[in-house]
């Protein structure tokens, strides 16, 4: 497939608008492997390769192994999740695919016991960034592949 958009060179205020997203992300204070690891689950979701591919190396940057990240899309069968990971995995799903039913009281409900309203907050803003970025990325046909980790990621 031949890349479609490139936003940073027509429109670079939507790198710069995403990039915003993405720093508060990054220091909201919720752990980074968890967040990354909703942003590669909302990205098998949603199908986005260049995306994937991303958030895997960020997270084997982060020290993740492989049996995690492979496993990631039957974490509901997998002893290898905390409770707080399954309960953002819960809601990264249900928010991610709000359209088939909203987000329903009992997955808001069983997420509440593991997140703090702040961190809640925080979380459900990664995942609507996340989804957005594998939106823009699809729509673009980024070429998965080419991305390399930042240096910090290593040393997180």
């Known amino acids: 497939m031949r ?11 939507v790198y ?12 909201c204070g919720v752990e980074k492997v968890l967040i990354t690891l909703v ?14 591919d991303m958030h895997w190396k960020d997270l084997r940057a ?4 492989e049996q995690r990240l492979y496993s990631l899309d039957a974490w509901r069968e997998c002893p290898y999740y905390s409770d707080r990971e399954r309960a953002a995995l819960e809601w ?17 409900e069983a ?21 957005a970025w594998n939106r823009l990325s699809i729509a673009a046909r980024l070429t998965p592949g080419t991305y390399q980790p930042a240096q910090s990621n290593v040393t997180a």
């Open 3 to 13: 890349p479609r958009i490139n936003y940073g060179k027509v429109a670079p205020g």
């Open 16 to 27: 710069d608008a995403m990039d915003a997203l993405d720093r508060y992300v990054q220091q």
């Open 39 to 52: 942003q590669l689950r909302a990205s098998q979701i949603n199908g986005c390769a260049y995306c994937l």
């Open 62 to 65: 982060l020290g993740e192994n």
């Open 92 to 108: 990264t799903e249900a928010v991610t695919l709000v359209a088939d039913g909203q987000v329903r009281d009992q997955i808001y």
């Open 111 to 131: 997420v509440r016991g593991h997140f703090s309203e702040k961190e809640l907050a925080d979380l459900t803003l990664a995942i609507a960034a996340i989804n």
